[in-house]
């Protein structure tokens, strides 16, 4: 989750496991001096990211698939509400992962080529939170999940999704929308300077998160609290 993780996300403690995992990097380290082997750095850092990656995508489903068989338990309460106190995860970070299953990886051009949506699944999760709007309003057609699949970086997929939905503009009359920490909305055109146009109250609440998601998804720069 950390890739993505929210303002209002509670931090988890350290487990055994993730010791064992500093623990390794050490041990990795010694043995790529050992063995003047660096590339031994480089792979074990790719293990951790495949392993970040699966872990991201794996709640994302967890989340879709457990709201699914909610009402199997004997529960008051609704999905949303306990997942999110017990995991500690904001309302943008829980909409986050839920629409990246429901819009991305559940999309009918995917459900149907699986070999396609199995190297759809493989793009990390930040490129993969970028597409839910254009997924969920059917913008992507078949040679945008082809180049979604071959993407190399979560840039080049942020470039797909800015043709896809209409952003792309020459750098002279590129509009850039920027919310800062404090709320204030400030625009630019071009490479000019940039001005205050405006005040988005940032207090957490569900209005004021959606209403930041959304700008973002349509490429407003959105700073971290």
Do not use: C
Not at 131 to 155: C, G, M, S, Y
């Amino acid at each position: 989750m950390s890739e993505i993780a929210h303002p209002h996300d509670t931090a988890l403690p350290m487990t055994d496991v993730d010791l064992q995992i500093f623990d390794r990097v050490d041990t990795v380290l010694e043995e790529a001096l050992e063995g003047n082997n660096p590339m031994l750095i480089f792979r074990f850092g790719m293990a951790l990211r495949k392993a970040a990656q699966t872990s991201g995508l794996g709640l994302a489903k967890l989340l879709y698939d457990g709201r699914q068989i909610w009402d199997e338990f004997d529960s008051d309460d609704d999905f949303a509400t306990v997942a999110k106190t017990q995991m500690g995860i904001s309302d943008e970070t829980y909409n986050k992962y839920i629409r990246v299953w429901e819009f991305v990886i559940n999309h009918p051009y995917l459900i149907n080529d699986h070999h396609l949506r199995g190297a759809v699944m493989r793009q990390p999760i930040r490129g993969l939170i970028l597409l839910t709007a254009a997924a969920r309003e059917d913008q992507l057609e078949p040679k945008h999940w082809e180049q979604i699949a071959k993407a190399p970086n979560v840039a080049a997929i942020r470039e797909i999704v800015s043709e896809v939905r209409g952003y792309r503009t020459s750098a002279k009359s590129r509009l850039t929308i920027m919310i800062q920490k404090d709320g204030v909305i400030r625009v630019r055109i071009g490479e000019g300077n940039f001005e205050n146009k405006g005040l988005i109250k940032r207090d957490g609440s569900p209005e004021s998160e959606a209403l930041l998601a959304r700008m973002e998804s349509a490429g407003a720069l959105v700073e971290a609290k």
